[in-house]
DNA sequence: ACCTTTGTTCGTAATTTCACGAACTACGAA
DNA sequence: TTCGTAGTTCGTGAAATTACGAACAAAGGT
């Protein structure tokens, strides 16, 4: 699906860009970065969407190594992934900071 | 297919997230980031997918406002949007800086 | 043991994404 | 005007995403 070109970094990113592709992963991660954890239930009573629907989200927060889950039972917690999210922080950083000024370059 | 407890700023960088979550598309950017323009035929060439597949790939960044071309006959230049590619950039930073560094903070 | 709470998994359906090749369009050059 | 180059659009599948409700699993409280 790729090729020696992309490099690893550009993977990753692209990995870790469709996990928050989509508004309700986008809320919960910026939530998570707020207040260091949550409890999938809190979601649900303010989100739009039925548990099984937000189940699948955090699912592919964790999938995609941005979130992890710690049994408190009967409950879930839920935080960061402290370790991948500094790592998409430093590959965005990274690509963000990338063109910050540039006065006219060579094209192509 | 939200609601309004998700903000605006939530929605767009959702949005910019999902156009930069493929590994052909986080290519594409990264080289404009630092090239100013390029044209789709240099890319089918270093890219392992053909120029129909490609060209979808650059409908979708610019669809996503990220990149815009402007017709050199008879080629076509692409280059970043920069109006939006900025607003991309705060998008993120923001998002990302809102936890550097945080000791321990309230769980809800 | 039974019930309640919490969240996941399953089954299903509609939509979108991704990729390809073939056909088409636009435009400059011969 | 005909030809070649550059890129888009169309048609087609396969696979992934998104969402829902129903059923299930785990664990604490009664």
């Not at 070109?5 to 707020?34: C, D, F, N």
């Not at 207040?35 to 699912?59: A, M, N, R, W």
């Amino acid at each position: 699906m790729v090729k020696e070109i992309i490099t690893e970094e550009q993977q990753k990113a692209a990995r870790y860009a469709k996990a928050m592709g989509h508004p309700i992963r986008m809320y919960v991660l910026e939530l998570l970065s707020k207040q260091s954890c949550c409890y999938s239930g809190d979601l649900t009573e303010d989100l739009p969407i039925v548990k099984s629907t937000l189940s699948q989200h955090l699912k592919e927060l964790k999938d995609a190594g941005l979130i992890q889950g710690e049994i408190e039972a009967p409950r879930i917690k839920y935080c960061l992934n402290r370790e991948n999210w500094k790592e998409a922080q430093d590959l965005f950083r990274k690509f963000l900071k990338m063109d910050s000024e540039m006065p006219e370059q060579k094209c192509q």
